[in-house]
């Protein structure tokens, strides 16, 4: 059964880990994602942004392939079906849909009308048990076409909207959705001191894991990041390993083209790259 993703991030966040969530684009992905992180007892989110959801046909589509694998796969550990940057919209229909956890992004509103969207999803998910995740600052880069600058969030914004009830919170402290440019500055982890400072015990998220070096990452578990979204880097490692298998020219070896095979070696590189973010994010065998 899927579970909201609350539990899952205070315990991260009062035993200095971080739990992993993982954009979604299909099932070959759902599948990697959830047989990983029951091979390794990690509690682990599902990420689905709304142009994820629309390309897999809907939010129903997904919450039913979902439920479905977990029951199949005989999964035990603790998963979340996460709405990434969703709209007031989109977390509505995610909410009906059968999500577990929601992502209303109002970064990009006045801090007003941020504060008053984000309080009544926190009325609307706590009545229904869904665990929410609001954002301030926003986060650089584009997704998806969600399209940030990359801003460090304003602390005193942080605590207005963590005040207002939400179970966990984005924000920007440099951070950019996709690769890094080479003169990126790297994380402002005064801005993440100071946020935690102001927001205590709430679990922090990190958007744009990919390409965030590994000691960033620590650094910014030590500070109060509980939740490290990744999305590119398993979208370039199914891309590479795909690309080796048609280059070797093993989709014409034999019945190399059945899409069970083609899509294997995608299928194998996304579950290598998630167990390795398990391992540096210090969340394996933590759902044991
Ligand atoms: P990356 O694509 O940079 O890993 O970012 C993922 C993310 O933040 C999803 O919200």
């Not at 577990?100 to 998910?125: Q, R, W």
């Not at 969030?153 to 909207?161: F, L, R, V």
């Not at 102001?198 to 650094?219: A, R, S, Y």
């Not at 939740?227 to 390993?241: G, H, P, S």
Request: charged share 25%; net charge negative; proline share 3%.
């Amino acid at each position: 059964m899927l579970v909201s993703a609350k539990d899952m991030l205070q315990k991260a966040k009062a035993g200095h880990y971080a739990v992993g969530h993982f954009n979604i684009n299909n099932l070959e992905w759902a599948k990697s994602v959830l047989l990983t992180a029951e091979e390794c007892k990690s509690p682990v989110i599902l990420g689905v942004s709304e142009g994820a959801g629309k390309y897999m046909t809907g939010y129903k589509t997904i919450v039913g392939m979902v439920n479905g694998m977990l029951e199949e796969l005989h999964i035990t550990v603790p998963v979340a079906l996460h709405l990434d940057h969703g709209s007031y919209e989109g977390c509505l229909k995610c909410i009906e849909a059968g999500f577990s956890s929601v992502m209303f992004d109002g970064s990009h509103y006045p801090i007003e009308e941020n504060v008053a969207k984000t309080k009544e999803l926190v009325a609307l998910c706590a009545e229904k048990g869904i665990s929410l995740e609001a954002e301030v600052g926003s986060i650089g880069g584009e997704e998806d076409g969600v399209i940030g600058a990359g801003e460090c969030a304003d602390p005193n914004e942080c605590k207005m909207i963590a005040d207002l009830g939400v179970d966990f919170l984005a924000a920007g402290i440099g951070n950019i959705h996709g690769k890094y440019p080479a003169n990126w500055q790297g994380l402002s982890f005064e801005t993440l001191d100071a946020i935690q400072q102001l927001t205590g015990t709430l679990p922090l998220v990190l958007h744009g894991g990919t390409g965030i070096p590994e000691d960033m990452i620590k650094k910014a578990i030590s500070l109060g990041v509980s939740k490290i979204n990744v999305n590119t880097e398993c979208q370039l490692a199914f891309a590479e390993a795909t690309r080796k298998y048609i280059e070797a020219g093993k989709d014409l070896e034999g019945k190399g083209f059945d899409p069970r095979k083609l899509l294997k070696p995608g299928a194998d590189a996304i579950s290598a790259t998630v167990k390795e973010k398990m391992e540096l994010f210090g969340s394996i065998g933590k759902a044991e």
